[in-house]
């Protein structure tokens, strides 16, 4: 392996490595929404003295994860295997979410090294459990990816489609005492958390 190929990958692994640091902060701050996890990402991509700027390719990981939070959260429920997703350490979510993104979302990074590089990581700063879990679960989510992009592109289509309350239709005038008879209509939105304080809740590495 030539020196510009292994500085090239050891770059992506700290900016992996950097995403999981804010995504595990986002969680330990119960900032469980894809807006207040934007707004996390926002505040650690500020330069401050007590740590150096996040890589491009950790703020495009962490972007697509909120991005796409729903149906990762969803996947990782089905696929978790020796225990519930919400019941794994919450640095092994952190990397789960991370995987899922680069397996499902990101071309560039062929599928094996998405998950190589998660299990890598989980060795380093997890249980002696998590890694065989990781793979597993990364692994399936990797077996069942077309099936897993159609229902994030059906979500996704749900959510765009115009209402009824943005698109009313003309009603029929009322006429000689009859009674108007008017369809409910549903609003789709998402609850965004508001700015909170820095907690100083981050994984070290």
């Known amino acids: ?50 740590q150096s700027p996040l890589p491009e390719y950790a703020i495009e990981i962490v972007e697509g994860v909120a991005d796409h939070l729903g149906t990762i959260e969803d996947l990782l429920a089905q696929y978790s295997t020796s225990r519930p997703f919400d019941r794994l350490p919450s640095v092994d979510r952190a990397v789960l979410r991370v995987g899922a993104w680069e ?29 065989s879990v990781v793979n597993a679960m990364l692994d399936a989510i990797r077996k069942n990816a077309a099936e897993a ?14 209402s009824e309350a943005a698109h009313p239709r003309e009603e029929e005038p009322v006429r000689g005492g009859e009674d108007a008879v008017h369809g409910d209509t549903a609003d789709f939105g998402e609850d965004f958390d508001s700015d909170r304080e820095s907690s100083g809740s981050e994984w070290r590495w």
Request: hydrophobic share 40%; net charge negative; charged share 30%.
């Open 1 to 50: 392996m030539s020196s510009k190929t292994k500085s090239r990958f050891t770059s992506r692994t700290r900016a992996r490595k950097r995403a999981v640091d804010t995504l595990f902060e986002a969680e330990q701050r119960d900032l469980g929404t894809p807006g207040a996890i934007r707004d996390l990402l926002q505040q650690r991509r500020r330069v401050t003295a007590a």
């Open 149 to 162: 992009l159609q229902a994030d592109a059906a979500l996704a289509a749900a959510f765009d489609a115009p």
């Open 103 to 131: 397996i499902l979302w990101n071309d560039e990074v062929p599928d094996v090294t998405a998950i190589d590089e998660a299990v890598t990581i989980v060795k380093e700063v997890s249980t002696e459990e998590s890694p």
